[in-house]
């Protein structure tokens, strides 16, 4: 990957991984959204990457760990947006987004308390991100999502 920089140009940003967690059901995708804890804005789960863990397997964490939620990710992110830690200094980051193919969702866990979550169409997802990284990220997975099977993308000649 490239370095990127800082958005004040102190050197590289940190960088964190998140999911994007989805479910298919009659042919349509669900997306499920979590609240942040500070300001409850809707968001995906996301956090910094864990000692000894890849970036997806860290992603797969923080969704079982902020939404509740386990499935298959994938190792691929399907896009990055730009953010800030919500540290004293507001450190910038990079947050790479993994699709997380959901096949268990808990009644219990461990951030229950401290967070809402709700399934959501791509339409609702316009309505509540408010960011246009993200909706991209959740626009892109959408298109992805429903491709007819068996398309192949062909080399130009």
């Known amino acids: 990957m490239r370095n990127l920089f800082a958005l004040h140009g102190q050197g590289p940003c940190e960088r964190q991984s998140g999911a994007l967690p989805y479910r298919m059901i009659d042919g349509k995708a669900s997306y499920l959204l979590i609240t942040s804890r500070r300001s409850a804005r809707w968001m995906f789960p996301k956090g910094g990457i864990m000692r000894g863990k890849t970036p997806w397997e860290s992603a797969a964490q923080e969704a079982l760990e902020e939404a509740g939620i386990e499935g298959e990710v994938e190792t691929t992110p399907i896009g990055s947006y730009r953010g800030a830690m919500n540290d004293e200094n507001q ?32 339409e609702e997802a316009q309505c509540l991100l408010d960011d246009p990284e993200k909706l991209a990220i959740a626009t892109a997975l959408e298109r992805r999502l429903h491709q007819p099977a068996g398309m192949v993308r062909q080399a130009a000649h």
């Open 91 to 122: 450190t910038p980051v990079i947050v790479d987004i993994y699709p997380l193919r959901v096949d268990l969702e808990h009644d219990e866990w461990r951030e229950k308390h401290q967070r809402q979550r709700r399934w959501v169409s791509i």
